[in-house]
């Protein structure tokens, strides 16, 4: 079990440093082989592989598929406490899709949790939305405030 989270740990590293080659990222068969790496690493409860391949997913994944896939490793990755995620959540929860509405009280739940663990534009926009209120939340002026406070001590 050891030398094969050794072999992800190492092969993940690689492919993260391939990154920076722009020809490499270019090739099929090396790309596809990154993406196994990315995945692997997401599939051992990595909460930063997680992050990083749910945002490569979401945002570069062919198909609807791909950004599902995104999504849910998204989600891990916030529950593990990563910020930007739980950010990430809150703006497509915001957007909506074709599927979903946007819901004003699940990006309010991302947005809170990423700004507890110290992430100053969720706490903006966690203020801006308690501020007006939209998108089914009701307008709060009292957490309004206390989410601008929050952001203003996190440097926005």
């Known amino acids: 079990m050891v030398y094969w989270r050794i072999k992800a740990r190492l092969g993940y590293f690689i492919a ?12 099929p068969r ?12 997401a599939a051992l ?16 994944g062919r198909g609807f598929g791909a950004r599902e896939e995104g999504i849910r490793l998204l989600g891990k990755a916030a529950a593990g ?5 739980a950010y990430q959540l809150g703006v497509l929860s915001l957007a909506g899709d074709t599927r979903n509405a946007p819901d004003g009280n699940a990006a309010a739940r991302w947005w ?11 706490a903006r926009r966690l203020a801006q939305l308690y501020a ?19 952001a203003s001590e996190l440097g926005l």
């Open 16 to 27: 993260r440093r391939l990154l920076r080659w722009p020809a490499l990222v270019k090739q």
């Open 81 to 85: 406490g990563d910020a930007k995620s």
């Open 30 to 41: 090396v790309w596809a082989w990154m993406e196994g790496q990315f995945a692997r690493m």
């Open 112 to 122: 809170t949790l990423a700004a507890d663990a110290g992430h100053p534009l969720a």
């Open 45 to 60: 409860d990595d909460v930063a592989a997680q992050s990083f391949y749910g945002h490569l997913l979401v945002f570069r």
């Open 132 to 150: 007006e209120g939209e998108h089914g939340l009701v307008a709060n002026p009292l957490l309004a405030e206390r989410y601008a406070q929050r």
